[in-house]
């Protein structure tokens, strides 16, 4: 039987150097049990280290987490990669890892990448910096998400820079891309940017923090009751009666 | 400024190899993100970017600038040096960094594309 889920595809957590220390495992659940959420994709920059702890936190919740990273290729564009399974997921990350540039490897002084359990303690800190562009290009990106049967979601494409849009102007003709995250209505984007008329649009909220969970707009996904991967593709694609659609519903208070 | 001469002169490393009547360069424009250079850049404008991208070619195309130019030794991906000669765009690449190519161009006389005073 299919059921509307509400969705929030872009969460990062304490493994980003930019998301504050509140983002753990367990207050994300609750935060997204709190709001109603039933799909969270964790998606750290270049790492998928603390999506199994998300998983377990959110055990007998209701929630289901999907294993993702936000990738950052050599045009500064990012793009959020969506896997079906942890061993896909860990391949794309060794893929990434060996693409990753080693000459800067120092972190920031007061700069935290820490790997968590589900009961929100640091198991490790993560040494390398994760947050710099791969030597691959959108396209590069795009072929090894779908090689390893995951989703590419073109990230905050209105924002100036760190997106498809505005780092390289439109989306190059014939970019795997499932979806595109986006704040502005279909009809403004359409506007502005006529490349991106016929991909379906998502609203995540790329939370660097707890409160950034809270937003005015959310995704959400007709799809069959277990949640997986390939039913948010074909929800993307309409196919089997899943289907997608933003909704604004008033931003509950903090 | 024709085109020849700058890649000459700048020991330009030219991608593209079809043939086409000389070219010349109105101004100069620089800048990585490509809706800046689709809302500054003219037509005729050499354009100076860190962008190995095939988007650079259609947007050269579109706003018919003479050339571009991956600076700073960027790489340059297959895809876009076969578009950029379909579509008949001058391609080059430096190892200089890009400071160093503009200011090149600069002490030769060219020009920035939309020069407005600053004070």
Redesign the interface.
Known sequence: MLRWIKADLHVHTVLSACAELDMSPREIINTAKLLGINLLAVTDHHAIDNVVACQEAARGTGITVLFGMEVQT???VHLLCLFPNEFLANSFAALVDQHLPRSMLSLHTGEVQAVVNASDQVVRFEQRKLLASL?L???DVCNAVARHQGLSIAAHVDR??YSL??????I?PGLPVAALETISDAAELHRKHPSTVGYPLLCSSDAHSLPMLYKEKYTYFYVAEDVTLSEISMALKGEGGRRVCIKTEAKIKI | MLLSQIAEELKLNRLTDFQAAEKTVGGVYVADLISLVMANAKQNDLWLTHQGHQNIVALASLLQLSCVIIGGGMPCQEETIRKANEEKIFLFNSMLPIYELAGRLYLRGLQPSAYAEMD
């Open positions: 050599r045009e500064e030597d290009s959108v396209e100036p820079q849009l505005g780092n390289l102007g439109f190059p």
